[in-house]
């Protein structure tokens, strides 16, 4: 390990010994380190009722706990009055934590799953990469101190801390989405006063989010992992440290890009039904996110522009007698304005997959992607749906697909053109409706 990081880990250890704090009020409370979260002992027997933070401070640090975590499952308060009350605490930092000015910032997060860059990302080392983030460089690696695996988010560029917070979440975002594992947990941002990273000079931890680890990921350069034999790993190309900052910049930029990669990472842990209509309103989010108006906009064959121009006609020679049937008329008359100039639902999901070859399964899936959101069952061709473990089999089925489906969009628009993993492919048998023998890897 860099010795550079000896004192960022001395401070680490310190935030994580016993502390007392008090209120404003002057009661006593004392922090203390749990193997999943801070817990906070308060000396005091009153239940806090009010709709403020509960705000505490020693002569280093400050604790913030939110109201909405104050008054949530989260807090354990004893009926037993001889007992203290607890709180789970989410959220504090030092009293010279600086969040307005530019200033240099690691993040730690300890983990229990090591990074995987080999089946990935482009790196450096097999343990670290870097890239730049609109023009902002970047560190992200792995280390172990003390027996403990860290992984490490740092860059020598001097930022606010809202900012470098916000880099880090489309970082580990992303690559949860890439590698299935979006690691989150106890968050330590240290900050330093210059580039060399040394001496830190102030810190701020929050553990709001737990960690994820999805079944599903879109890439694996290794086949030996999944047991195929088809193809060799020559074949297979990580995602380039380029693509991969296409990727975060397209989170830190675009909010609604950023929830989709998160629907997606947590796609694999909801019920089957909850994941299909996850991974089912991800394509419609899709086409908001990448497509134009001009690519949503529809051009009307010849024989088509003359009904609409006939229907038009007609509607502007009805006479309306009354305020609310020019109303109604009106409306009729931009709904017809409106399915003369914009593709149907379905044209414009197509039109997200220009360049991927679908066959006529996947052709399927999306048509039923319709029918799910407007409360239909699935129709799969073939399969007659009249038992209830049928009918789970065929969201599963549409689950892989859809998460197939939808990953290879988000890949091709950040410039990725290599293989994703078909997941249908491995369960196929499991599922049991057709044998399709596809191959586990599609192109793109």
Request: hydrophobic content about 35%; glycine content about 2%; aromatic content about 14%.
């Amino acid at each position: 390990m860099d010795d550079k990081l000896i004192n960022s880990f001395s401070l680490i250890e310190y935030i994580e010994k016993n502390k007392q704090y008090t209120y404003v009020n002057g009661e006593i409370a004392k922090l203390s380190k749990s193997d999943k979260t801070f817990i906070l002992n308060d000396e005091s027997i009153v239940h806090r009722c009010d709709d403020n933070d509960i705000i505490l401070s020693s002569t280093t640090e400050t604790i913030i706990i939110p109201y909405f975590l104050s008054h949530s499952s989260s807090m354990n308060v004893s009926e037993n009055i001889s007992q203290k009350n607890s709180y789970d605490v989410c959220e504090f930092h030092s009293n010279n934590f600086d969040s307005n000015n530019h200033l240099y910032f690691r993040l730690f997060i300890p983990i229990e799953k090591r990074l995987d860059f080999f089946t990935t990302i482009e790196y450096d080392t097999t343990s670290q990469t870097s890239f730049e983030l609109n023009k902002f460089h970047f560190k992200f690696y792995q280390l172990t101190y003390k027996k403990e695996l860290f992984l490490v988010i740092e860059s020598n560029d001097n930022l606010k801390y809202e900012m470098f917070s916000d880099y880090c979440f489309s970082i580990l975002l992303s690559y949860g989405f890439i590698s299935g594992n979006f690691y989150q947990g106890f968050k330590y941002f240290i900050s330093y006063d210059n580039s060399q990273l040394i001496n830190p000079i102030g810190y701020s931890f929050n553990s709001f989010r737990d960690s994820t680890f999805s079944v599903l990921k879109p890439i694996c350069t290794n086949p030996h992992s999944y047991s195929i034999k088809n193809i060799s790993s020559s074949e297979l190309i990580k995602l380039s440290k380029q693509q991969f900052s296409n990727l975060c910049e397209k989170s830190i930029s675009n909010l609604k890009f950023r929830m989709l990669l998160l629907q997606m990472i947590e796609a694999s842990k909801a019920t089957l039904i909850t994941s299909t209509f996850m991974l089912a309103v991800c394509l419609e989010e899709l086409v908001e996110i990448f497509l134009t108006d001009k690519d949503t906009s529809k051009t009307l064959k010849n024989e088509e522009q003359k009904i609409f121009e006939n229907i038009l006609k007609s509607l502007e020679n009805i006479k309306c007698s009354n305020k609310i049937e020019k109303e109604f008329l009106g409306l009729i008359t931009s709904k017809v304005h409106d399915i003369a100039k914009n593709s149907s639902n379905i044209q414009k999901i197509y039109k997200l997959f220009e360049g991927i070859n679908l066959n006529v399964k996947e052709k399927e899936v999306l048509i039923n992607r319709n029918k799910l959101l407007h409360g239909s069952l699935p129709q799969i061709k073939g399969v007659k749906l009249d038992t209830e473990k049928k009918i789970d089999k065929a969201y599963w089925y549409l689950q892989l697909r859809l998460y197939t489906l939808v990953s290879s969009v988000i890949l091709k628009k950040v410039g990725y053109t290599n293989k994703v993993l078909n997941h249908y492919s491995f369960y196929e048998n499991a599922i049991g409706f057709f044998e399709l023998n596809e191959l586990s890897y599609r192109d793109l």
